[in-house]
């Protein structure tokens, strides 16, 4: 789908503030978790593409976890190509996940990172500094 220009879908869910990877991606939030049927949810994230120097293949990950840290699902799946990467544009990326709320224990939660692709090397989260402290954002699903 294509907008018109400085316009993009608002998250439901938006970070506050928004988180930037070390591939000057920014994260902007996500919409909430939908379960579409007793087995499958949906998942979006809303994210900034960044001034790509380097058009890397990159891919997402979302790791459904329980209280515990316990991972029930994941899926991943590749950013656009990264060539293709204008610096500002918002991109709403959709994803499919095993719902499996039963083998886990409330409260659940989302991790979302990325990965340079083929090599799986984690594109870290940077501070307010641009120091590198996690490899994914952990995101609270609502009860």
Known sequence: ?????????????PLDPPVLLA????????????????REALWQVHWRTGDNPDPAT?????HLIDS?????????????????????DV?????????????GESPF?????MYRYPELTAVPLLDEAA???????TIPLPE
């Not at 591939?23 to 007793?38: K, M, Y």
């Not at 991109?91 to 083998?103: A, C, H, N, Q, T």
């Open 131 to 137: 120091n590198p402290y996690a490899d994914a954002l």
């Open 68 to 88: 515990n840290e316990t991972r029930l699902a994941q899926v991943d799946a590749p950013a656009f190509d990264g060539d293709q990467w204008w610096a500002g």
């Open 1 to 13: 789908m294509s907008m018109a220009g400085n316009s993009a879908p608002d998250p439901q869910e």
């Open 58 to 62: 990159y891919h997402f990950f979302n």
């Open 109 to 113: 939660a989302m991790q979302v990172g």
């Open 23 to 38: 591939n000057w991606v920014t994260l902007l939030g996500t919409d909430s978790l939908t379960v579409f049927d007793e």
């Open 91 to 103: 991109v709403v990326s959709r994803f499919v996940i095993p719902w499996l709320p039963e083998d």
